[in-house]
């Protein structure tokens, strides 16, 4: 039986109308592979850190924020969070700890620019150039904004006072600040203008390198003309507000002396605080047993004795701070001018119980 041979297939021909052209298709072009995305590295202050021996296990957002003066744990965390922490050359997330040695590389993001809102309100201004603005605080005046009010603060003054200029590494609410006073005490505050002097008056007031003296009008005469008051701090257990001397408390010392007296009624008493705890000059007075005339939260100024005594607040006032400028490197001293309202109790404790000064008079 013959096999089949299927027929070749011949070339079909193709017919052109007349007129027409025959088009060859183009060779196609090569898709072109996508550029690799440059991730460009996150602005904001590049540190290399390392773990001490202490910090053996703590989590790496508490190492870091305790590393890096000035600097809060929740900004490391947003770090953390950006991907831009790592130990050990890896990347961590927030649960991650560390062990002695260990090599900490972060990049803190730019701070977010203030929230408080500018306010005009004149308040006496010491010194200022581009990086630091140093003023005298009026009695009455917060430091900072609080949670819940709208209360203006010191921020909301000097946001005015220099057009916004605070160092954002201080944070949204709270630009700029290195240190505070209480709200009744007078006097120098230095604040930060630029991130660097932030950074630079954190680690001094870190590393306990200003000086700062305080004068305080005082309840009776202590014993002696001078001392130095170490004792611990911490807050009270039962009224939180308020803080105590505790041996579970933060080392605090505060060297004091007496340049005056009123009689047995009151003293005029120079404070230096070597470290600085919240309310320390004020607790430890009082631990002494002589607080600060118009001090209701540490003694006892309600008693029928006081009545006509003309003690408008606490009478605290921050008259010399001396440090080195963050940025130039000089050494530099401020002071506020003593107030009317300390000047006036001090004058009319003299008229009433008599004076003796130990120290000359200062301005």
């Known amino acids: 039986m013959a096999k089949f041979k299927p027929k070749a297939k011949t070339p079909r021909k193709i017919k052109f109308s007349p007129g027409s052209k025959a088009t060859i298709p183009a060779k196609a072009k090569p898709v072109a592979k996508p550029k690799p995305v440059v991730v460009k590295a996150a602005k904001g202050e590049v540190h290399t850190l390392r773990a001490t021996n202490e910090q053996a296990r703590d989590r790496v957002d508490k190492v870091a924020a305790a590393l890096i003066p000035g600097v809060s744990r929740s900004r490391v965390q947003k770090a953390i969070d950006l991907g831009q922490v790592k130990v050990n050359g890896k990347v961590v997330d927030r649960r991650a700890t560390v062990e002695a040695g260990d090599s900490i590389n972060l990049v803190l ?4 620019k203030p929230t408080v809102s500018a306010r005009k309100m004149g308040i006496p201004v010491l010194f200022e150039d581009k990086y630091i603005i140093v003023i005298n605080k009026p009695a009455g005046l917060i430091t900072h904004p609080v949670t819940g009010s709208d209360e203006t603060s010191v921020v909301h003054a000097l946001l005015h006072q220099t057009k916004g200029k605070l160092a954002p590494a201080g944070g949204t609410i709270r630009p700029g600040i290195v240190h505070r006073l209480d709200r009744e005490t007078s006097g120098v505050m230095i604040v930060a203008k630029s991130d660097a002097a932030f950074h630079g008056l954190i680690e001094q007031f870190s590393g306990r390198e200003p000086d700062k003296e305080y004068i305080a009008l005082v309840d009776k005469v202590p014993r002696l003309l001078s001392g130095t008051m170490s004792a611990s701090i911490d807050r009270h257990r039962m009224v939180r507000v308020r803080m105590a001397v505790s041996d579970d408390g933060k080392e605090a010392v505060t060297d004091w002396q007496v340049e005056a007296r009123f009689g047995a009624q009151a003293s005029l008493i120079r404070a230096r605080p070597r470290t600085g ?16 005339l118009g001090d209701r939260t540490y003694g006892k100024f309600d008693n029928a004795i006081f009545a006509n005594w003309p003690m408008p607040r606490v009478m605290l006032h921050a008259h010399r701070l001396h440090l080195v400028h963050p940025v130039t490197g000089k050494a530099m001293v401020f002071t506020a001018p003593i107030p009317k309202d300390f000047i006036a109790l001090e004058k009319w404790l003299a008229k009433t119980y008599g004076e003796r000064r130990f120290v000359e008079e200062t301005e």
Do not use: F, N, Y
């Open 277 to 292: 705890r919240t309310h320390q000059i004020r607790v430890h007075l009082a631990h002494l047993g002589h607080a600060i």
């Open 109 to 112: 993001p730019v701070p977010d």
